[in-house]
């Protein structure tokens, strides 16, 4: 991070470098899933192949743990101040 960063261009960085690979797993996983999903139709039992709650509403509830996991170190990195952390390096 640039010394002179603002905290809001710190926040946006880390959720950015999360939420990348989170977003791109979760489209890969869908679009695997809706694949496979009429091959494994005899084993789901109560649920059809192609459920919307599990295609729609289970990748939102993993994207908003991920903000919400992200937002924790994202937080904890804007409050350090830039001169203690080079007194680490």
């Known amino acids: 991070m640039a010394l002179a ?3 809001s261009r710190v ?10 690979p ?5 489209v ?10 009429p091959h494994i139709a005899n084993l789901l039992v ?8 599990t295609f ?4 939102l ?9 992200s937002l924790i170190p994202a937080s904890g990195a804007t409050r350090v101040e830039p001169v203690v952390a080079l007194k680490y390096e």
């Open 61 to 69: 509830v993993m994207l908003a743990a991920t903000v919400i996991a």
């Open 28 to 37: 890969v996983g869908v679009i695997g899933a809706l694949a496979l999903a």
């Open 5 to 7: 960063a603002q905290k």
């Open 22 to 26: 989170v977003a791109l797993g979760l």
């Open 11 to 20: 926040i946006g960085t880390i959720l950015l470098s999360t939420f990348s």
């Open 46 to 53: 109560g649920v059809s192949p192609r459920d919307p709650f």
């Open 56 to 59: 729609v509403v289970l990748p």
